[in-house]
């Protein structure tokens, strides 16, 4: 990683962020889903606190290891039916050198936690970045979002309770 | 419950008032396309309050091009399902498409925006390559299926996988059945996002019908785990990566 932190100091890349509400089945569901584990944030740089990214939410359920030696872990979560719960949530997102090092909030509901909030665009986006890392020069995933209903629900059902 | 969009713009200096710009029109499509907003357009027009005639530009615009790709699917695309109206599958590509030329204008020459997905890519990343896309595997969800090298292209996926999002057969109201996913590359992302629901749709044969489309291409993921391509694809495939196809 020596050579990856070379080029984070090279170049940074502003990323926005913004969540909306169209397209947005309201399910309720429960979901297997990946946890980043402490690995997946850069090392060389920092990452926000508030991102759930090196702690699996607490009482989601089992987390579990997985034989594929990515280093990610499953964890069952139980999503929550919340229609239109996020609204808009803007951040912006710091990327060096392919690499996430902060996440700013620019706009969110203000009757909302506001991790919560910032966690539910992180965490796909922190996905996203294990994803890229895993080949070379990968600029962007195409394919599933992590920000499916129950993906977001279950974050959110998982901070409540870890907060609980 | 919500799609992430980012956005990546390599050019210095292009003004933040044009970033709030392009937020700013994503923000009234949700307003106007949402279906869970019971006061958005759509949703009236769904409901028959409005008329397509009584309808904003952009609503009739979106409707308009949502009749030509069911006619040219022959119904595997259908807005019209369940005597609702849900034009999603295309207004997130057309969005973006309307977004990615706000840029354009603005003076920005290589970025991209994703849309859950849906992603336009301009221009290049560096001066010696091309924007490389990772197409997830439908799976597998910390694999990459294929990696795609495309500039001035739109690539659009579309999977059971996706968002937790049910897609049926508008002709049988069944869940399709022959493909994990669909990958749909082309010069418009309005066309290339429905498209390549169209082509989930079709299943076995949507590659070819896609193939038959002047200017787009395919790359679809079957049930029986094999990457297929159409001739098309062919040379935007990046073989020297290690979770890369070929």
């Known amino acids: 990683m020596p050579i990856r932190a070379v080029v984070t100091l090279a170049a940074t890349i502003l990323v926005l962020v913004l969540l909306v509400s169209f397209r947005t089945p309201p399910s309720t ?56 719960f996020y609204g808009d949530v803007q951040v912006k997102v710091v990327v060096s050198g392919g690499r996430i090092t902060d996440i700013v909030p620019l706009q969110y509901p203000t009757d909302r936690p506001q991790s919560a909030y910032i966690s539910s665009v992180a965490v796909p986006l922190l996905h996203d ?23 977001a629900q279950s974050v959110q059902s998982a901070l409540d309770r870890a907060r609980a | 419950m919500g799609t992430v969009i980012a956005l990546d713009v390599r050019d210095p200096g292009l003004p933040e008032e044009v970033i709030d710009s392009v937020f700013a029109w994503f923000r009234q499509v949700d307003a106007t396309f949402s279906t869970f907003r019971s006061d958005s357009e759509i949703s009236r027009l769904s409901r028959r309050e409005l ?42 590509g057309w969005s973006v498409e309307r977004a990615s030329q706000m840029l354009a204008a603005a003076g920005a020459r290589n970025f991209f925006i994703n849309a859950g997905g849906d992603i336009i890519a301009r221009g290049r990343p560096a001066r010696d390559r091309a924007w490389r896309v990772g197409i997830r595997h439908p799976e597998q969800t910390d694999r990459l299926a ?43 992302l309005a066309y290339a996002d429905a498209y390549s629901t169209a082509a989930f749709v079709m ?37 020297d990566c290690p979770t890369g196809v070929g």
């Open chain 2, 51 to 92: 008329g397509l005639s009584e309808c904003s530009r952009d609503v009739r615009e979106v409707i308009f091009l949502c009749d030509e790709v069911c006619r040219r699917s022959d119904g595997c695309f259908d807005i019209w399902t369940g005597g609702r109206c849900d034009p999603s599958a295309l207004v997130k």
């Open chain 1, 29 to 84: 569901s429960v979901g297997t889903l990946p946890v980043l584990p402490p690995a997946a944030s850069s090392s060389h740089s920092p990452t926000p606190a508030t991102t759930p990214a090196g702690s699996p939410p607490a009482g989601g359920g089992s987390p579990t290891p997985t034989p594929n030696g990515t280093g990610l872990r499953n964890g069952s979560f139980t999503g929550t039916d919340f229609p239109n």
């Open chain 2, 203 to 239: 299943g076995d044969r949507g590659a070819s019908w896609v193939a038959g489309i002047d200017g787009y291409a395919a790359l679809a993921i079957t049930e029986q785990h094999r990457t297929v391509w159409t001739e098309g694809a062919d040379h935007l495939i990046v073989r």
């Open chain 2, 146 to 188: 294929a990696v795609l090298a495309v500039s001035d292209l739109a690539v659009a996926t579309s999977g059971t996988y996706e968002r937790g999002e049910h897609i049926v057969d508008p002709r049988t109201r069944n869940p399709p059945t022959g493909l994990l996913s669909m990958t749909v590359i082309g010069p418009s």
């Open chain 1, 129 to 151: 970045e294990v994803l890229k890392a895993q080949s070379a020069q990968i600029d962007i995933i195409s394919g599933a979002t992590f920000t499916s209903d129950s993906y």
